[in-house]
């Protein structure tokens, strides 16, 4: 079979750009994108190629009585449909840690919108309405939608006959996973305490809601493998699920990065890779899968919704005793990352202040809801917004200023995590609260800036024109966070670069390629900048992403840059050394300092550290290239012990702070949040552009779960309500404030060039922030987000 | 069934359209141009926004029949279009209002179909002459994973050319029917403004 058109993710980055890392260097691929040329895996295309469509189920809960596929079958331009029985191997699940996903439903379905059958077709509306022709027969089962009843003694069980990893230690089998976290004496420190607060929150079912829905084109090749074009946070994990349901080696099983439409956790699951694979090699045809919105709110997994039970205690002096808290995460039918998303919550679930006495559980549910898996601040966004309301209110109880309280309070290098685990890099929590208290406060009033009108487009309300500025009051509230940075548990999360330099047309050049999934964060142009600081060139090559060169781990958990970053440095560190190897054996007998001094690559040319040129790249290269693949690691992690909670778990910490301001009518109910300015560490801004661009961009996400962002699972069906940009409302330009960012860089010794990851933490504290500004903007209590106008109005 | 229109400025002819087929789905499928993106197919997400006879649509609200005959201006052809619209002296360049009978701002049918776009073959696209609203979207780190963009960048570049210099509650009103997820928005107001005021430099 011939190349798809359109290489998409092959960039090179003209050598007029200079930047190495610490410039603001702009995207290789931003021309392609703003001309529309960038190739999303949506836009992928091949000769004679087939769509693919998947049938869904339409309840949550049932056995499957019978399905019959013949009236499909029967429609002209159907070349294939596919059932579990049509599944060629034994491997009939999959999942990221626990195999628990069918391929295909066998026998019963466990959520609403679960796969049950597959078509492939030669237009896309025939594979939909064969898709609508296979009849399917439920016989429906009573739902399981919260802990009462997935705990209840006669619960049925989500999973019946469970054998993984984590069945040994939970006390119920409609539980993935519960990891309690145990220090100090929780009964005693409340002895001790002035003050003590309790609260319940409810956090709801969030969205990543990507644009670019999930896509991908399967096409067969000649040795019997398949070919996938794909959009995903992590090739080599897809890999390692697919392949053995197809029955192939994984050789045979090529995988190349397409465009990616935004990720935030939501692909870190497969989707529709292996329908996809199956339909092409049954067929023999390239087959292509798009799903619409309205599939793409089933196809992926969703941000954990929770409910969250905390009490803090203080002294009058304003000093937290204890924090006791217990997190219930609904994890959905299958466990996806429900596991470690557990672990997060559980060892973040106190947020980044220093208290000795802790007693924490968090548990994910299996339920009848759809699954819940990777989100954007996974675990920790859900702990953030309820332990930033109780600081809310324990600092009101002892009668402290909430920002003061929380300085007294804030954590910093060096302090003991609930794990044991020791802070051990900077850790600016009270600088950041400090930095971010101080910016400017907008105008009072702002909606008369303009002039002497109001200009409603300011107020809340906007164009509805329901207010000019009556019953409008302000409100102002602070949060902040802690996220941890990489894969923590003791998961071996490394990643894998190569690198080549060569001479082309009379310049050096390097060629990075990796496997890291460039989701739009911009791991690409910062990977181009590591290689520039590192070997001295100005033009880089950014090779496709693909199974072609080792694992580059997931683009999440704020890890890329650290890890993949890592892993680019280290190789072209190595090839460097190489280089120079050569440059020794050529030009060595000229110039002693080849042998004496410290020599770095800048500008094309070896030079001493005192910055005298000994040699030009190119004359030291010639025709040789030079090539490394090495993997790279940080430092490793341990394990949780299962019954205290205590172990060095993490990697890294990354902190941010977020000031909301808020103008709330609260005749009505609507809320317009003014400005989120938000304050972070980032340890080095290796950009410091696209730095600021993630810092905005994950503060509107919380912007979104605080006042519009939930998807509606009925309580007594199970059914998605909403599952449209109608019914699930994301922040549109207009529903967003300004966004000052003042960005901190506080080198953390542990991680290449001091970097700190930088894409979740400011998901954490926005939502907390707004909630904190309407609270303070009504007087109301709030213990849920989102926050809908009935919530403000009692009505 | 046939449609007839045309398409940055080419006529162009699509065959064996089903009748429920969107403008969309024959620009991306039918025409091989992509640009336009589907994330929402109801008309909520603007990443498919193109310009019929001058307007700004969804085009995956737009039957495929109902562009016979009408001219249509997608992502792909919007360099040549705001350099067209830069030599006619169209309003977005502050010169007098060429580009309509009445001498109002917009693109006049007439103007939309008097010109037509480049061949463009760099794998990399280096070199390629961009609209100004496209050169400040990459300049001023608006693009993420941009996805949103191609519908951003029509919808922007139609409100430059009506309103050359937009108040930011402009801006905002005008890119609401846009959705991003990636940036925050905060870097697309910059990159609307970068244009508007390179837009006035260049008076």
């Keep these: ?795 | 069934m046939r449609v007839n229109f045309t398409v940055n400025g080419r006529p162009q002819e699509a065959d064996d359209v089903w009748e429920g087929e969107s403008l969309l789905y024959v620009l991306r499928e039918r025409l091989g141009l992509p640009g336009s993106k589907n994330a929402c197919e109801q008309g909520e997400c603007g990443s498919c926004t193109v310009r019929l006879d001058g307007v700004p649509v969804c085009s995956c609200l737009v039957a495929a029949g109902q562009a016979e005959g009408r001219d249509v201006v997608t992502v792909e052809g919007l360099a040549d279009f705001a350099k067209q619209r830069g030599e006619q002296g169209g309003c977005a360049s502050g010169a007098s209002g060429a580009s309509g009978a009445s001498g109002s701002c917009g693109t006049s049918l007439q103007d939309a179909q008097g010109w037509s776009a480049k061949g463009q073959d760099s794998q990399t696209g280096e070199g390629t002459e961009l609209a100004p609203i496209q050169q400040a979207f990459i300049d001023a780190g608006a693009v993420q994973c941009g996805f949103c963009t191609p519908g951003l960048l029509v919808a922007a570049d139609e409100m430059l050319e009506r309103n050359p210099n937009p108040s930011d509650a402009d801006i905002r009103e005008a890119l609401s029917g846009n959705l991003c997820r990636c940036t925050g928005y905060e870097k697309i107001m910059d990159a609307v403004r970068l244009a508007a005021a390179r837009q006035g430099e260049a008076v």
């Design chain 1, 1 to 795: 079979m011939s190349t798809p058109n359109g290489t998409p993710t092959k960039i090179t980055q003209g050598s007029q750009t200079k930047g190495g890392i610490g410039e603001s260097t702009l995207r290789p691929d931003g021309t392609l994108k703003v001309t529309g040329e960038f190739a999303y895996s949506s836009d992928m295309w091949h000769e004679d190629m087939l769509w693919g469509q998947i049938l869904r189920s339409t309840v949550a809960h049932a056995e499957i009585v019978s399905i019959d596929t013949s009236e499909a079958l029967a429609l002209a331009g159907v070349y294939a449909v596919m059932t579990y029985d049509d599944l060629p191997t034994e491997v009939k699940n999959y999942g990221l840690e626990i195999q628990d996903t069918p391929v295909l439903a066998h026998g019963k379905v466990r959520h609403h919108g679960e796969p049950v059958a597959i078509v492939a077709a030669d237009h896309p509306e025939t594979a939909r309405r064969a898709a609508a022709k296979i009849k399917v027969e439920y016989r429906e089962l009573p739902v399981i939608t919260d802990e009462a009843s997935a705990t209840a003694p006669d619960a049925i069980l989500v999973h019946e006959g469970r054998d993984d990893h984590h069945v040994g230690h939970v006390p119920h089998p409609n539980i993935v996973h519960r990891q309690p976290i145990i220090r100090g004496d929780v009964a005693a420190a409340r002895e001790r305490a002035d003050f003590v607060v309790e609260g319940e929150y409810t956090f709801g079912m969030q969205d990543q809601a990507f644009l670019g829905p999930e896509s991908g084109l399967a096409v067969p090749e000649e040795d019997g493998g398949v070919h996938l074009y794909i959009a995903t946070q992590w090739l080599h994990s897809d890999l390692r699920q697919i392949a053995p349901v197809l029955g192939l080696p994984e050789r045979k099983v090529r995988m190349t990065l397409s465009g990616v439409g935004g990720a935030f956790g939501g692909r870190e699951d497969l989707s529709m890779q292996i329908h996809a694979c199956l339909l092409a090699l049954r067929t023999g045809k390239p087959v292509k899968i798009v799903y619409n919105r309205f599939e793409s709110f089933f196809g992926h997994v969703h941000r954990h919704p929770a409910k969250l039970y905390y009490e803090h205690g203080a002294t009058k002096d304003g000093k937290l005793t204890h924090v006791k808290c217990r997190i219930v995460l609904d994890g959905g039918a299958y466990a996806s990352a429900s596991p470690a998303v557990v672990g997060n919550a559980a060892s973040l679930g106190v947020g980044p202040y220093v208290v000795d006495d802790v007693d924490i559980e968090a548990i994910a549910l299996y339920t009848n809801n759809p699954p819940c898996g990777a989100m954007r601040g996974f675990g920790a966004v859900q702990a953030c917004f309820a332990y930033e309301a109780q600081m809310d209110k324990l600092a009101d109880a002892v009668g402290v200023d909430r920002v003061e309280f929380r300085q007294l309070n804030a954590m910093e290098q060096g302090t003991i995590m609930p794990t044991g685990q020791p802070v051990d890099s900077p850790a600016p929590v009270a600088e950041l609260l400090r930095r971010v208290k101080a910016m400017p406060l907008p105008p009072e009033q702002q909606w008369l800036s303009a002039g002497e009108e109001a200009d409603v487009r300011q107020l809340p309300g906007g164009l509805s024109n329901t207010t000019h500025g009556e019953g409008v009051v302000r409100g102002v509230g602070y949060a902040v966070g802690i996220k941890n940075v990489g894969f923590s548990e003791g998961f071996d999360d490394y990643s894998t670069a190569k690198v080549r330099m060569e001479v082309i047309a009379g310049e050096p050049v390097a060629t990075v390629h990796t496997a890291m999934a460039e989701v739009g964060q911009g791991g690409v142009t910062v990977h181009a900048q590591i290689a520039r600081t590192e070997l001295g060139v100005t033009q880089v090559t950014i090779h496709p992403a693909d199974t072609q060169v080792g694992s580059a781990g997931s683009t999440s958990a704020s890890r890329q840059t650290y890890v993949t970053g890592g892993a680019v440095k280290n190789s072209c560190e190595l090839v460097r050394e190489k280089v120079l190897e050569i440059g020794r054996r050529r030009f060595g007998s000229y110039h002693p300092a080849w042998a004496t001094a410290e020599l770095l690559l800048e500008g094309g040319k070896v030079v001493t550290d005192g910055g005298e040129v000994l040699a030009d790249l190119v004359d030291v290269l010639e025709d040789e290239s030079v090539e490394v693949e090495a993997e790279w690691r940080h430092r490793p992690t341990e394990a949780f012990d299962l019954r205290t909670g205590q172990g060095n778990g993490h990697v890294q910490y990354s902190f941010a702070a977020h000031r909301a301001v808020v103008e709330v009518d609260t005749e009505l109910g609507l809320v317009k949040v003014i400005e989120l300015a938000c304050a972070q560490d980032v340890g080095k801004a290796l950009n410091p552009l696209s730095v600021v661009g993630q810092i905005q961009g994950g503060t509107i996400q919380g912007l979104g779960v605080a006042v519009m962002e939930e998807i509606i699972v009925d309580p007594v069906t199970a059914k998605v309500r909403n599952p449209s940009f109608t019914d699930y409302l994301i922040p549109t330009i207009l529903d967003t404030p300004t966004i000052p960012v003042d960005v901190l860089e506080l080198a953390d010794d542990h991680a290449p060039y001091g970097l700190r990851g930088v894409g979740e933490a400011p998901t954490l504290s926005s939502t907390p922030a707004v909630l904190a500004a309407i609270r303070n903007a009504t007087g109301l209590e709030l213990n849920r987000t989102p926050v809908r106008p009935e919530h403000l109005t009692g009505s």
